[in-house]
Every structure is written in C-alpha cells, then in structure tokens.
C-alpha cells in the first residue's frame, strides 16, 4: 500500500500567516494527489486536484505544489475560516489512501 | 448542482448488517464510479471502494473485502453500501463521494450497540 505520511499532526497559525501543510508519498503518484478541509461534523471539501490544480470555487489564496513525492498545499494569508484538518489523498492505486490529517488553528 | 444525499443514522447490533444509501442528483449518475469512504469517530479516512453504477464493476480495498458490498440502481441513481457481520470496529462515519473525490455526501453514522 501507497503511505502518505504528513509529518505535522497539528499546526498553529495567525492570521494573514502563510501556512505550508506537506504529504510525502512512500512511491511515485504523479500527479494522482488531492487535497481536502474537513470541519467538524462535515464531509470533507476538495480544495486541490491534480497536485497543482484549484477546485472550483476554492479561494485563491490556497495552492498546491509538488516536488517529487512531496506534495504541499499553502494557504498565502490565512484566514479564520481556513481552520479544520486538511487531509491528501492518493488514487494513483489500490488502496487509495489518505494522510493522518493535520489540524490548523489559530494562534 | 451536483449533490450526494445519503439516508440517516443507522444502529445495528453486533453481528447483523445495515445498509445506507447515497442518492446522487445533478449530473448522469452512469457517468462516475461512486466511492465509499469510512471515518471512525476521532479519526482519519479510510477509503472502502468504488462501483461503476453503469456496468456494476467493483473494486474494494483488500481490508474491506469480506466487510462491504457495493451495489447500485441505475434506476433511481442511488449507490448503497451493504456491511455485516458488525462489531464495534465498524462504528463510524460513512461518506459517499463522487468519482474524482470532488463530491461527497454528508456522511451516515453507524452505530454498533447490544
């Protein structure tokens, strides 16, 4: 199985921060890599696609990037809406397999 | 707009089965795998499979195998997930989410109890 490893279980920000959340993959996924915001009590929401690409709807201000098997969402000036625990996700293959999470608050 | 609307809470007891729905509305439901995804309580996301509603195929993550089956109806564009043989282990959170992980429904809670 695909681990996807994000290093930072919980992070603490202030506002208009940049903030950087990593996922290292255990093998090559391309570009088979998403990223998600989950608030308590909702269903994850997509913010990242294709490693690099923006969903629809998602504020500008969240991107993603990738360097080899390492792959970062940075959020450029945070906001408090941005707090929940953000996950990554691989469908490179079976098992599609998500990271632990890593938890944003604000400072 | 596209929208995955799942049934209500369930409680099974151990060693029974229960099964939830997820209703899809807004696009052509024959046109996405439907995925399912499980959340224990405090937990991360485990991915349990996907079925093409339109030729029935399936394809489960090998811990899941003999815990889940996926099936759907072409007719009223629901997805449905089928767990037995329930314990404790199966408590959690259940999400449908479209093809791509884009879409997701609003998640079921399963609840395991004598």
């Known amino acids: 199985d695909i681990q996807m490893t994000q290093s930072l279980a919980s992070l603490s920000a202030s506002l208009e921060e940049i903030v950087t959340i990593t996922c290292q993959a255990s093998?090559?996924?391309?570009?088979?890599l998403a990223w998600y915001q989950q608030k308590p009590g909702k269903s994850p929401q997509l913010l990242i696609h294709?490693?690099?690409s923006l969903a629809d709807g998602i504020p500008s201000r969240f991107s993603g990037s990738r360097s080899g098997t390492q792959y970062s969402l940075k959020i450029s000036r945070l906001q408090v809406e941005d707090t929940g625990i953000y996950y990554c996700?691989?469908?490179?293959?079976?098992?599609?397999?998500f990271g632990a999470g890593t938890k944003l608050e604000l400072k | 707009e596209v929208q995955l609307q799942q049934s209500g809470p369930e409680v099974g007891r151990p060693g029974s089965s229960v099964k939830i729905s997820c209703k899809a509305s807004?696009?052509?439901?024959?046109?996405?795998?439907m995925n399912w995804v499980k959340q224990s309580p405090g937990q991360g996301l485990e991915w349990i499979g996907w079925?093409?509603?339109?030729?029935?195929?399936?394809d489960y993550a090998e811990k899941f195998k003999k815990k889940a089956t996926l099936t759907a109806d072409t007719s009223s564009s629901t997805a449905y997930i089928q767990l037995s043989s329930l314990t404790s282990e199966d408590t959690a959170t259940y999400f449908c989410?479209?093809?791509?992980?884009?879409?997701w429904g609003q998640g079921v809670m399963v609840t395991v109890s004598s």
């Open positions: 989410a479209r093809g791509p992980f884009d879409y």
């Open positions: 807004g696009y052509t439901f024959t046109d996405y795998v």
């Open positions: 079925i093409d509603p339109e030729y029935g195929s399936t």
């Open positions: 093998q090559d996924i391309g570009n088979w």
């Open positions: 294709s490693a690099t």
């Open positions: 996700l691989q469908r490179y293959s079976n098992p599609y397999t």
